[in-house]
């Protein structure tokens, strides 16, 4: 097609603004923050190079290497409990219910609430002493025991759990947009064809939702990768150490601690380790010119 | 429809923008001629702010313009961060506050803070001043940030009548406390009402190190970093001392906050709990009196009082020198000093001051700074940053039954001999 | 809500109550329940005294219900030397909020839709920055915006604000309605270019148009980021702009004052309202159809 080039100017002259912006706010971002790791700054970044000195601290700490193990646990049990929660209220909410509306946002309220609370909610709910135990006791239960969030090995499981009860909604939001952009036509011929509903969902429905998936797994990756209110929250990090995570190294270092260098260290690690492993996924998704494409 | 309401959202906001810019570029000056200062700070709670009220009163009573600028979160991590940054935008603050220590060590030596020298010498403040305090502002014979009160965190609070029901009396020493703490658990009470935070449980460790082993370990430990004090006999103590404490808490640390640590007390459900002197506001909260319903020991063992405490700094090209000149006057005269400090919980930073009016517990601690039986915050002693690793390792240990009190010795070497 | 599952649901072609159907209402009703059981806990808590929340069951009932802490937190509350609760910084959040929402969201579309029906040269390298972007915690920009921002003198200014908000908005934005276009039959997109309409035209009168479902996640996922936004409003807005939410992180969030739960309760679930109201209203763009109608049409 010959006028498409000029067509594309108004496509590219529409991109300026998020070129701007990937140009100055996140390549210049990332730069800086590659640039400061190789340095000893303090609350004040300043340019100095003390080569991989933060490098070495870093990986030399044992707090770094119980959160990233945490951020292993925390990011499966995460994503894949708010995709298969998260798709099972949307497909049920898909299903001509009475009160769609008020279902729908009694789903999605915890993403709407200050995590601040709620995350002293659950830790409230989840206190041996406070909880669900003492309740528990308090009606003739007395051998019932929940003590996980005292517990160091346990407690990053109930830090998961929380997450998956506030953002659970989120995905089933996403998903019911991608499910009510399906042809009703759909449902028609598969109820003609007399073919189960599950049969459906499983063949036809879940390919055809795939953006939408995607779409969610990003949303949650990044939410698993930056993850720092809900254990602040939840535990603080503690018991000890248990339940530290990456964003919170980062974080503490960058303010509490005063150490800009270490922190920045810790960031271009995560970065690196991203692109790593979302890089190629990326490239294949969005870089790679796909057959037929040049339509 | 709702394509021409997009369209039109979307003119809209572009113009509101360009519309909003020049009417933002105009900053605000000094107002009716009164001399404005505003204030970031991290007293935000209801007790907070009767004290806050004081200064803010005081200020303006004398013709000064308060503008509170209060920012919650991580124990003054948020407002900082905001001070800083405000700094480094070109916005700053006529006033900021900092712990008493290190954290802002930094801003003085790039040169963002004024020099308070003038006035120091204007009020007579060098005289006037706690001299660990007065150290812990100046840095090259200057005076970089007037202090304002004085906070120790090494209390021990019980409950009477707790104490009562297990048949036993306040403890004298650690193996009072331990005798007492069996007692209590046998009465079915919880010995030790501990918070789950890392930071309350650093709060007990140094509760352990001064009290257990004594000011001169703690200053050679903390402040001088000394391997054979860390290595010594009587570390090892602290350590182990530290250690059993674990075995008197109860399952419900962890979630647990600090206030609800002390209400345990407070209720007579826990026996003892360590924490700052600020508890004394939840005792009063409840309708107790501190001293009498909830007893209160400065530093059990060696007693000793502990200086620590907030700050504020006054960063230069701030819009109202004039402003910052008053309220540094202001926050330091006696009766505001006072009025401050008794709605705050703390002891003024004034040695020659009135302290009638103070309660049973600040009394005693009034007392133990007049014989010199204290010491500097660790906050004064090591940066942020070794308080961070230290803060690891200590809540680490105190969660984790299975680390050795030689293992916690030896980690806590590495640590101090980075 | 017991009563719902006895009741027929609505719908064009009405159904018999199967056992699929039982099943299907009770795990909405079970999900229900726990979804709501902290929500039940935040509202009995801030209808206590704070005696009462000190020494009782956090599942009880109050014994005497008060209103009192919702007063407080909305109106009375203290943080720092004025004591106006949360409602200071409200019309501020607003201020904050519209235009943010509609310039993240607005450039988000227009990038999605770009790159999916357009797909400019090396467009595609705008959205896999962003996304890899998108993954670094947003405390590490901070620094180098308030740098930026000074730069061009719009550090603590509302527009400031607006475009720090957009900056973050637009890797998630770009990348949601890029993958929902990306679904859309491309014969919708020919027909339009058939008919002569230029990049706009096909964006305001066939594309958007269509974007209902995905704007209301849009909508849900910008109004919530940006409402419940504390740190960016704190530092990049300025004293004459700050969000209600600098307010409620001070009423919430003391760490050696006495703390108020039933005050923090309440002003915890009145600050979520908004986003709430939100949620609910716009629940009816999320309807089915719309994009098949316009295919055959």
Redesign the interface.
Known sequence: MKPRRLRNVAAQTALIPSWLIVIFAYIGTIAWTIRISFTSSGIFPHYDWVGLKQYDRLFDSHRWVVSVQNLAIFGVIFIVGCLVLGFLLAVFLDQKIRGEGILRTLFLYPYAMSFIVTGLVWQWILNPTLGIEQAMHAWGWSSFSFDWLARGDRAIYLVAFAGIWQSAGLVMAILLAGLRGIDEDLWKAARVDGIPAWRIYLSVVIPMLSGMFVTALVLLGIAVVKVYDLVVAMTGGGPGISTEVPAKFVIDYLFNRQNVALATAAASVMFVAVFVVVGPWLYSQYLRRRPGEAS | MMRSVTKYALLGTAMGLLAAVPAAAQSSGSDGGKDKAEVIHWWTSGSEHAAVEQFEKAFDAQGGNWVDAAVAGGGGDAARTNGINRIVGGNPPDAMQFNTGKQFDELVQNGLLRNLDPLAQKYGWKKEINPVLLSAVTEDGHMYAVPVNIHSNIWLWYSNSALDKAGVKPPQSWDDFFKDADALKKAGIIPLAQAGDAWTQVLTFFNVLIGEGGKDLYMNVVKDRSADAIKSDAFMKVAQTFGKLRNYVDDGMQGRQWNQAIALVIDGKAGFNFMGDWAKGEITHDGKVPGKDVGCIPGLGHNAFWIGGDVFVFPKNAKDEKGQDLLAKVMLEPKVQVAFNKEKGSVPVLTDISTDDLDACATKGVNLLKKEDYVPSSDILISPDLTGSLTDLVSSFFTDKSMTPQAFVDNFADIMAK | ?TH?AA?T????KP?RMTAG?IG??A??LV??V??????Y??LV?SLKT??EI??G???ALPSKATIEPWIVAWSK???????DGIRVGLLNSFEIL??SV??SI??GA??GY?LSF????A????????????????????????????FV????????I?IVH??FG???M???FR??Y???PADLFRAGRVDGG???TIF??LI??MSG??L??AL??QV?GI??D??FG??FA???HLPM??Q??????????????NV??AA??L??LV??VV??VS??W????I??GA?KG
């Open positions: 809500m719902t009741e649901p609505r719908g064009p159904q159907r299907l209402y795990f909405l999900s229900a726990f979804f709501l059981l902290p929500f806990v935040m808590t704070m005696p000190q020494h069951s956090i599942f509350a203290c943080t720092g030397a004025n004591c519209v235009p509609i310039l607005g450039l227009i990038n770009a357009w797909r400019p040269k467009g595609n390298i705008v959205l896999t920055t962003l996304l890899l972007g998108a993954f670094i915690p947003y405390q590490v920009f901070i620094y180098p915006l308030v740098r930026m921002l000074s003198s719009l550090y603590n200014t509302l527009p400031g607006v957009t900056i637009l890797p998630i770009t990348l949601l993958n929902y990306e679904a859309m230029g990049f706009w305001f009168r958007l148009p479902p995905i209301v996640v849900i996922l919530t409402w419940n504390f740190l704190l530092i300025g004293r004459q939410t600098v409620l992180n001070n009423v919430v969030n003391t760490t050696m004052g006495t703390k108020a739960y923090n309760m915890t679930i600050t979520a986003p709430l949620y609910f629940g009816r999320f309807v089915r159809g994009a098949a295919v």
